[in-house]
């Protein structure tokens, strides 16, 4: 230790650039014998580092394992990528990443779709509970691609398409801002389209309840008038047991409402048991009002809801249903 009455001047004996700094930091701390404290911290580093790397490494060699099973998903499916990327310049590439989030719904959240066959071959509008993520539609919409050979056009919240390097991504699943005309010409064209009403306010401020955030809106319904399409209901069973948020404090959506950015906290990403519901088509009817479309619209969103979610939703029941599943299944 430097005696008080010694420096570290640059004229004085040269001492060691840690012992200067550390009588430095005790002149303006005020707290003597740092250097003591500072052992105590190297030897504490040392005495816990073989513990935290023997919980990083497992992590490490899980990550690596998931990494592994995905590459042979998506070998298991070379012959389908192959014929794809002859086709349209951008299918092999929706092929590969549709495979990869198939890949990660299955192993991560036992992912699977109830009513497949409901979706149609034709134009639909297809409508959707948002969770605090839309990570279960990625899924669905992965499922249907693959399976279906079917892409959504899906509505996004307008932040979206401001979001650094995302172009690409919106540009190749064709990913619309919302206007009218746009979701119309692409019904006409005989495409599937997809839509949350409820959309960012129901994603951040729904809760465990899952309470349907809808308010008055009827937009999408009369672009179904309109297109004369009918209204798949769909819904993802145990979404916010995987991903929740913040919304339920009143700062959150004060912020929300100030500056229409999705500034609240999400925690989870649990792996929780996904499973998408869809439910029976609503057939156009020429005679029937937007509100009234709208309406049987929302009813048949809160059925599945009703039919299928156990509310309030429990993340430790959601985990012991999947592995109660998988156990099933193996």
């Not at 190749?172 to 010409?185: I, N, S, Y």
């Not at 996904?274 to 609503?282: K, S």
């Amino acid at each position: 230790m430097i005696e008080r009455n010694e420096s570290c001047g640059a004229e004085e004996i040269p001492t060691s650039y840690l012992t200067c700094l550390l009588y430095i930091l005790e002149g303006w701390t005020g707290v003597e014998h740092l250097e003591e404290y500072f052992s105590y911290l190297a030897y504490l580093t040392w005495l816990f580092t073989p513990l935290l790397i023997a919980f990083i490494l497992p992590a490490v060699i899980l990550v690596l394992l998931y990494v592994s099973i995905v590459i042979l998903h998506i070998y298991k499916r070379r012959t389908d990528l192959k014929e794809a990327y002859l086709n349209d310049f951008w299918d092999g590439a929706r092929e590969t990443v549709a495979t990869v989030w198939c890949g990660h719904a299955r192993i991560w959240n036992g992912y699977e779709v109830d009513g497949l066959e409901k979706v149609p071959d034709g134009p639909a509008l297809i409508v959707f509970y948002h969770g605090a993520t839309p990570m279960d539609f990625f899924y669905f919409m992965a499922t249907v691609f693959i399976k279906k050979k079917r892409i959504f056009r899906v509505v996004a919240d307008h932040f979206v398409f401001s979001l650094p390097g995302f172009k690409l991504l919106l540009d190749v699943f064709t990913v619309l801002r919302g206007a009218r005309e746009e979701c119309l010409k692409e019904l006409n064209s005989g495409n599937l389209v997809a839509i949350a009403p409820g959309g960012l306010r129901e994603a951040l401020f729904s809760n465990e309840n899952y309470t349907l955030v809808w308010g008055d809106r009827k937009g999408f319904a009369q672009v179904a008038i309109d297109a004369k399409v009918p209204i798949i209901p769909v819904f993802t069973q145990n979404v916010r047991e995987s991903v929740r948020s913040l919304g339920g404090l009143k700062l959150f959506r004060l912020i929300y409402e100030y500056l229409r950015l999705p500034l609240v906290p999400l925690y989870g990403n649990f792996p929780v048991k996904l499973r998408t519901h869809v439910g029976d088509p609503i057939p156009y009817e020429p005679n029937i009002t937007a509100e009234q479309l709208a309406e049987k619209a929302k009813t048949a969103v809160q059925c599945l809801i009703d039919k299928h979610q156990k509310i309030p939703g429990n993340v430790f029941r959601a985990l012991v249903e999947r592995f109660q599943i998988q156990k099933k299944e193996d």
